[in-house]
Structure formats: C-alpha cells, structure tokens
C-alpha cells in the first residue's frame, strides 16, 4: 500500500497505467476509491494517480486546523516525491476545490482541469450554498453519522434502480469520524477563489449536473470567466461522477486528449436500461480496500 510521508503526516494513494500524469481528487467524506469506475477508461492512457486526502481514506488524521490551501499544498507534495512536475487534474466537489487551488499555486504546473461540481467559492452568498451548508454543519451532530448518510444517500441517488449506489454512498459516509468531516466542510466553507481566478492558464472543462444542490448559474459563470468549456448533465444531481458514469468518462476523455466533447444528447444520466454497474473486482475500489496491515509503521520517505 503506498504511503507518503511528509511533516510526519502521511497520505495514501494508489496508481494505475502509464503515459501522461493524471491526479484523480475525490470529494468530501469519501476516498479514492470512489474513482474505480474511471481509471478503468483511463489507465489505458494516462498514469493515474488517486490520493485520499489528508483525513480521508487510509490517509493519516487531520491536525486540529486543516484549509484548502493546505490540501493542495500536501498533493503538490506527493507529485513531487512521485516526480511529475506538470500534471492532469480532474476534482469533484470538494476535490475541484483542491484542484483549482493547485492551479492557482502553480499555474504552469497544471496542463489541463476538470472541475466536477464545483465551484470557485463555498462562502454563504447564495441561499442554497447556506442551506447545504445547515444541513450539514446541523444534521451531522443531531442525527449522527449513519442517519446523516443514509439521508444524504436518498438526496443522491433518489431513483430505484440506483439501489446500490445509495447503500454504497450511506457505507462510506457514515464510517467517516464527525471531527473529520465537519473540520473538512468547515474548510471548504471558508475558502474562496474568487479574486484569484485570472492566474489559470489550464486547458478546463466544467461539468456540472443539471440538478445539482449548488447554482447551476454559478458554473457556467465560472466557465466562462476561465474560459472553459462547459458540459451540463441532463438529469443528474450532485453525485454526476456515479450517477452519470458514462458521460463523465466521455467528457474527461474528450478533455484529456484534447477532442471534441460528447454530443449533447450523450450528457445524459445513466438510465435504467443503461444501468450496468462494473465488478469491483479487480478494480481500483478493491485494491483500496485491502486490510492496511502496517500501513503507517513504515511510511515512504519524502523526497
């Protein structure tokens, strides 16, 4: 299991295929392993290389503070122990928040960006970042873990036959500590990048679910104020990456090999005849869930 210890924290990551250099940033309260369904499209052509972020996963706790900045800072640190200098980022949620302030600290660092569901601040200045960030910042601590995923899962993924994909999102959550996920949403919260934006000069593409809990509006004006291109998945809600499996691959596909983007009529939520959920054997999901026997008794050196 590979481990990279810098400042006596360590971060877990996997990696899979060859060629390019790929960072695959999941969101909050999950891990990378939510990225098996993807690095199977993409290992064929790029190195793959999918951290969990400081507190997530197998990596180490969080210390008593934690920022944005600093999630970016500790990739960057893991890049450089791996040698790759200039690399492909694509972040959901919590993750393009890391990634497009890895950008930002060192913009020629960065040859291309996908932001999924994300945004370019998380401040309370629209109703309906507020209200997500009540029921997070409320239910947690009322309800506990388990109750709180388990409806979170509901607002993801309310369609029947995405059964498995609720029970998996309300089993990952849920074994998240409370203190890890609300100091990671507290972060999010208080970081912006609003007044920085002109420093990216990466290739981007912005995709968003049509029925995401953040304002749609706000991304297309973030596409446009970086000058990406934009994709905006019909029927999706937050969780794109899982419950639009196919679009999402053909977008970032289109993206990383610098070719047209999928037609409209393709930026599609997976329906139910679609609907054919990939064996995790084998997969990037089971190689992360492997028993971390010894896992920080010998972390790798920084380099």
């Known amino acids: 299991m590979p481990i990279f210890c810098k400042n006596d924290r360590s971060i877990h990551y996997l990696e899979r295929g060859r060629g390019e250099p790929l960072l695959l940033i999941h969101g909050l309260g999950s891990s990378g392993a939510d990225w098996a369904l993807h690095v199977a499209a993409l290992e064929a052509r790029f190195r793959v290389i999918v951290p969990d972020l400081p507190g997530s996963g197998h990596s180490a ?17 893991l890049l450089d122990h791996l040698r790759e200098s200039r690399v492909n980022i694509v972040g959901f949620s919590l993750g393009g928040a890391v990634g497009l302030e890895m950008a930002l600290q060192r913009p020629a660092g960065v040859r291309r960006l996908a932001l999924i569901n994300s945004l370019a601040s998380y401040r309370l200045d629209h109703w309906r970042k507020w209200w997500e960030a009540s029921l997070t910042m409320i239910l947690i601590p009322l309800l506990g873990m388990r109750r709180a995923a388990r409806l979170a899962a509901k607002r993801l993924f309310p369609m029947p036959w995405q059964r498995n994909l609720r029970e998996r999102a309300t089993a990952v959550v849920s074994a998240v500590p409370v203190r890890t996920y609300l100091a990671t949403a507290r972060a999010l919260i208080g970081w912006t990048a609003i007044d920085r934006l002109d420093r990216i000069s990466s290739k ?3 995709i968003a679910a049509e029925n995401d809990f953040t304002p749609l509006d ?39 090999t610098d070719q047209p983007l999928p037609p409209a009529e393709h930026r599609t939520r997976d329906e139910a005849a679609q609907w054919d959920p990939l064996s995790l054997t084998g997969s990037l999901a089971e190689e992360h869930a492997m028993p971390r026997i010894r896992a920080f008794s010998r972390p790798q050196a920084a380099t």
């Open 61 to 77: 706790p969080l210390p008593d503070g934690c920022s944005i900045a600093e999630f970016a800072a500790s990739l960057w640190a």
């Open 204 to 206: 981007t593409l912005v």
């Open 218 to 256: 706000e991304k297309r004006a973030l596409a446009a104020r970086l000058g990406a291109q934009f994709v905006m998945v019909h029927g999706s809600r937050h969780g794109t990456p899982f419950d639009a499996v196919k679009a999402t691959n053909a977008s970032l596909l289109a993206l990383l």
